[in-house]
């Protein structure tokens, strides 16, 4: 299986609208590749508090009908990262977009741990409720934004759900970097799965990134980093080791908890 991470830098004077365009036009050329992934927020910066409302968008709105044509015209299973959206009731999300090959919206996922304590997006945003998993014909993926890696239970409930393979959209401080690595590799080897984490690179709102987008393997070996500047990280992988690995080692049939 070939994954396609596009760790994407956030300039403050490029607009919206023409990053979603340049951001279409790199999904496309990842045409051949069975997974693409995008990271959290890179329309507006993660930490561009004071743009959420004003950027704010319904599910199936602007970023929804570029990404899924994307998606669509390289033929690829495309995690979209995720948007400001704001729900019919008024209430914002932090909500990934994952499209099929066909550019159908398989899934969306509204970030369950929002992050700033009592600021950010933990006050601006509603929290979602839902985990969401989404059947590739290669892997079962199982979806998670940033923060979220922080709170180990939420993948195990994603492993329950049958996910071989956790794909995380982020826009991770840079002077958290170390956290980043270590818990990527954390939750690959305590739910024997792989994992595909986004990052962003440049600086959104004063905040630089972390960029360094990672994949890692079921036994925690990383299959390849990015660097800090915006780069694409492709690897390819086996989804079957998954099976392999837990068969081998079997530590998740002795879960008490």
Not at 114 to 139: H, I, N, S, Y
Not at 189 to 207: D, I, K, P, S, Y
Not at 212 to 233: N, Q, T
Request: glycine share 8%; proline share 5%; aromatic share 8%.
């Amino acid at each position: 299986m070939r994954a396609s991470l596009i760790q994407i830098a956030v300039d403050e004077d490029e607009s919206v609208e023409s990053r979603r365009r340049r951001v279409a036009s790199l999904v496309r050329d990842q045409a051949g590749a069975d997974l693409v992934v995008l990271p959290e927020l890179w329309t507006i910066g993660a930490f561009a508090f004071e743009e959420f409302g004003n950027e704010a968008e319904p599910l199936e709105g602007p970023t929804h009908e570029v990404m899924a044509k994307a998606a669509s015209d390289a033929g690829v299973w495309l995690h979209a990262g995720s948007v400001p959206e704001r729900a019919p009731d008024g209430t914002l999300y932090n909500t990934s977009l994952f499209f099929s090959p066909s550019g159908e919206l398989a899934a969306s996922y509204r970030k369950i741990h929002r992050f700033g304590f009592d600021k950010g997006e933990a006050v601006l945003m509603g929290r979602g409720e839902d985990l969401v998993t989404v059947r590739l014909p290669e892997t079962t993926v199982g979806v998670a934004t940033c923060y979220d890696l922080r709170f180990p239970e939420l993948f195990r409930g994603l492993v329950d759900a049958g996910a071989e393979t956790l794909v995380i959209p982020a826009g991770w401080p840079e002077r958290r970097r170390a956290h980043w690595t270590l818990l990527a590799r954390a939750r690959a080897v305590e739910n024997q799965a792989f994992v595909l984490a986004c990052g962003t690179a440049g600086t959104h709102a004063r905040v630089p990134q972390a960029g360094h987008s990672i994949v890692v393997d079921p036994w925690g070996e990383v299959l390849a980093e990015a660097g800090a500047g915006e780069e694409i990280l492709t690897v390819e992988f086996d989804p079957g080791k998954v099976a392999v690995t837990r068969e081998q080692f079997p530590a998740l049939k002795d879960r008490v908890l």
